[in-house]
């Protein structure tokens, strides 16, 4: 979609515009708003987010425990119904990540965000807590936005942090040391941003709390580079091995000679070459691979190309390069020189891609359908034959 005004203040930042918050407070210091999206009701009942900790493609954890008794205990899903009716009434709290993409009306809440680019948005969380439930004084290693939809929650934060060092004991990472230095009580509608590696504890004040949480991603270097070896690995393949007809002979058995050096140095060089614009597709692939929790059911492809479903999981992004723009999806790369900007965008957001609209000025989508039905995550819109 295209870009919001910067300069325009939104409610969500409390009349910060975006640019205003983006130079001041992102990956700087926390900001609370009262009152960021008026008039909010909470669309998500216990239950139903009971329910989904049920479902087997859903990621669930249930978190028991308090910081006063240190007896914490953590329980992946998916749940058994009756697992909820046995719990006790007071100091558990259900997470669900990636609720977006079982709920589509997530996508519409998470858009108020897009001020930052959706590449660096990673998911919406959704937890219910009970009174006292809490997951310990922690830090997290990106940007959050904590979103109170119903009851009442405590935040407190430690600035600036102590020590981070966590207890090696515990099924959690919680913090050996948390001296709090501000503390909030969020009502419904309110907001609460967190800096990255900053000290924060959140404690349900009822038995009503629900917090949304908004996570970003930040891949790390080693993350990068270890993607990039892996392409140039495949790309390499059978390639031939190292041979030296020819050679002189060498004084020293045991030496690394000089010319072997120099002949080794440049086929590394030459296997991890790499212009601005192979780096770039292969950000663009990277940074759309599905993640380890996206399960995807691979099949043949049908005989004839028809209206495909995207998975709610994949990622899609687009990126402008001297050779034109290209169309990033699920770790691959589609080159999209026919296409504008809004065309792109549009792709980016569909949820279901009809090839005949597409395949006059853009050929390649018949080869993304090809990758994504074969791959599973694209699927026949109308089921199967």
């Known amino acids: 979609m295209p870009a919001q005004d910067p300069n325009q203040g939104l409610e969500l930042l409390g009349g910060l515009s975006p640019a205003e918050f983006l130079r001041d407070y992102w990956q700087q210091k926390p900001l609370l708003v009262r009152g960021a999206v008026s008039g909010f009701a909470n669309p998500i009942e216990p239950d139903d987010l009971a329910g989904l900790a049920c479902d087997p493609d859903a990621s669930a954890r249930l978190v028991l425990g308090d910081t006063d008794h240190g007896d914490w205990a953590v329980e992946y899903g998916p749940f058994e119904e009756d697992r909820f009716a046995s719990l006790p009434d007071r100091a558990w709290t259900l997470l669900i990540s990636d609720v977006e993409r079982f709920w589509p009306e997530g996508h519409d809440f998470l858009a108020r965000f897009d001020f930052v680019p959706r590449w660096r948005r990673d998911d919406l969380m959704i937890s219910y807590a009970s009174p006292d439930g809490s997951v310990g004084p922690h830090v997290d290693a990106y940007d959050v936005f904590l979103f109170q939809a119903a009851g009442r929650r405590r935040w407190q934060i430690q600035s600036p942090p102590g020590p981070l ?94 010319h072997d050096r ?9 296997m991890l070459a790499a212009d601005d614009t192979e780096l770039d597709a292969f950000l663009g692939r990277f940074l759309t691979r599905p993640v380890g929790n996206v399960e995807l059911h691979t099949g043949d492809p049908p005989a004839e190309a028809r209206e495909c479903r995207v998975h709610p999981g994949i990622r899609r992004h687009w990126l402008q390069t001297p050779a034109g723009p290209i169309l990033c999806a699920a770790g691959h790369s589609y080159p999209a020189s026919g296409l504008a900007p809004g065309d792109l965008e549009q792709l980016c957001a569909t949820e279901i891609v009809n090839p005949e609209q597409w395949e006059h000025h853009w050929p390649a989508v018949h080869d993304m359908l090809r990758d994504g039905l074969q791959e599973g995550w694209l699927e026949p819109a109308d089921g199967p034959n």
Do not use: K
């Open 262 to 270: 120099t002949r080794l140095r440049d086929i590394l060089r030459e």
């Open 165 to 258: 060092d966590c207890h090696d004991d515990l099924p959690l990472a919680i913090l050996r040391e948390f001296e709090p230095t501000e503390s909030w009580d969020l009502e419904p509608g309110d907001l609460l941003y967190l800096p990255p590696n900053l000290p924060h504890y959140g404690l349900s004040l009822d038995d009503q709390c629900m917090t949304w949480s908004i996570g970003f991603r930040a891949p790390t270097y080693l993350d990068l580079l270890t993607g990039f070896l892996e392409e140039r690995a495949n790309r390499v393949g059978e390639a031939p091995r190292y041979s030296d007809p020819q050679r002189p002979v060498s004084a020293y058995t045991s030496e690394l000679p000089s």
